[in-house]
Structures are given as C-alpha cells and as structure tokens.
C-alpha cells in the first residue's frame, strides 16, 4: 500500500520501537537488521517531515509528534493483528514447517503416531524429522527436540513430556543358566546390555513413595556392562536372545509379545522425565504452539 506513510510495515515497525524502547530490542524483536530498523524510520520520518522518535539517556523514546502518532496507530495494529491471528488458528489456515529431533525409540513408541496425526488435521503443514540414536540435544537448526535431561538455559523452554518407568529385565533362559537374583546386590554379578559404559541404578521400596527415594532411602548398584549398543531397541533385542539382563523403558516393552521377565518387582527405579525443548520466543509460530500441545495432551 503506497501513501505518505510508505508500507503498513514500515509503521509497525515503529510502534515496535516505541514499545520496546530501542532498536536493539525492536530489531531481536523482528528479527530484521538493527541498521535496517534505523534506516527505515530515518525514510518515515523524511516522508512525513516530522522527527517521530529522539533518544534520551540510552533510551528511546518518541517526540510529541511521535506520541500522538503511536496512540493512533497502537490500537488499529493490535485490531489487526487479533483478526489475523484468528484466521491463522482455523485448522485450514495452519501452515509452516517444523524440524522436529527425536531419539529413534522414541519416535517409534510415541512421537511417530503425534507426526502423523497432526499432518493428518493440518495438511499444509510440513515435517522434517531427524531421528538419532544419541541423547538429542537443541543444538542443532531444528525447532523442536525431545530428550531425558533438563537444559539449563534461558534461551530454551523446557516442558514435561512423560515420565519413562524403567525396569530390570531379562531372559527366561538367561535366568534358567544363572538363577534369579533376589536382592539388589546381586545385579553386579550378572552380564549386562546397556547403551553406556557404566550405569549407576538406584532402587527404593515399593512400599516407599519416592520423596521417601529423594531423602536418601535408597539402595544403590554400580554396573559396568558386558555388552554396550547405543540403541535401546538394540539392547532389548539382545537380553531377548539370552547374552544378560538390562534396565529398559517399561513403555518399549510390549508386555503382549515379548518373553522378557521383569526382575526385583518388589522395588522401583525411580522415573525420568522426558523433555520437549524449543527456542524463547515472544511470538511462537503457530503450527509450532499446536504441536507441542498435540504431544503434551498425547500424554
């Protein structure tokens, strides 16, 4: 739209400004060039004949001219914006692309059945997934990862995604060769399948709840395996076959096909949580917002 105002862009990114106070907060805001942000007004305000904004100490804020501009327009940009973000929220206007990174497993167990569905409700949308057998970790140039370990920063969101109850598993004929061990402390003695070098369980009571685990009431079992595969399905696959036992995800074990016999039922590992990770934004895309919410509420 050509006026004496130039682009309707041009005065939103002047409001912008004004709101946040400085061009270095409206250009992280927009994601456009501080030099561009400056460029452009220095162009509106030369079409218009006016100074609209004049710095004061390290901030900046608008003249008289520029007050009154921004109170005219503030509300009009804000109409605006609600009726967009209306129509973008209908199911048929849902586009964009997501870069989804998820441990291989996981996709298989969980995430894969979300993708697919979501796809199925939002056919504009497109997904490029990249699964890993590795611990997956948000640095990379994907939106969104999944992983079993909070990441401490103020860049990332991180939201709950499931609690992974993990138990000892193993063999039938495992056991018949090499008995079933009835304490904690006879784990060490057994052949072990894990994805890493050295694993360090701790058990508590059933019969103890697991505030009663975080004071200390814990029985403790230092591992160093036999046999080390960086693929859970891998692992399970091997303690199937005989070679040991190993801890696995009690949601990877199908309880329905597999012959695997959980041990030391009568105590419990304590739960680790699952993660969705993703960039702090003030503004998330929306098919981004809707997926997340697609696998919280998958539980």
Known sequence: MNSIFGSLDDLYLFCQVVDAGSLQQASKRLSVAQSSVSRRLSLLEQRLGIRLLERKGRTLTPTESGSQLFDYLRNDLQHANEVVEHLLSTEQQVQGNLRLLVPFTLYQTKVGAVVEQFMAKYPKVTIDVKLTLEEAYPESDRELVINFHPIRRTDLIARPYFLSQEQVFSSPEYLAKHGTPAKIS??????????????????????????????????????????????????????????????????????????????????????????????????????????????????
Request: hydrophobic share 40%; proline share 4%.
């Open 186 to 299: 006879e784990l060490e003695a057994l052949n072990w399948v894990a994805t890493q070098h050295r694993l360090d369980l701790a058990f508590y009571d059933k019969k103890d709840d697991e505030a009663s685990a975080e004071k200390g009431k814990e029985t403790l079992a230092s591992i160093k395996p036999k046999m080390v595969i960086n693929d859970v399905k891998m692992v399970e696959r091997s303690v199937e076959s005989g070679l040991g036992v190993a801890v696995l995800p009690v949601h990877l074990v199908d309880t329905k096909t597999s012959t695997l016999i959980p041990l030391l039922t009568q105590f419990k590992m304590k739960p680790k949580q699952a993660y969705i990770l993703y960039r702090r934004r003030e503004y998330q895309p929306k098919v981004l917002s809707l997926f997340v919410e697609s696998l919280l509420n998958s539980g």
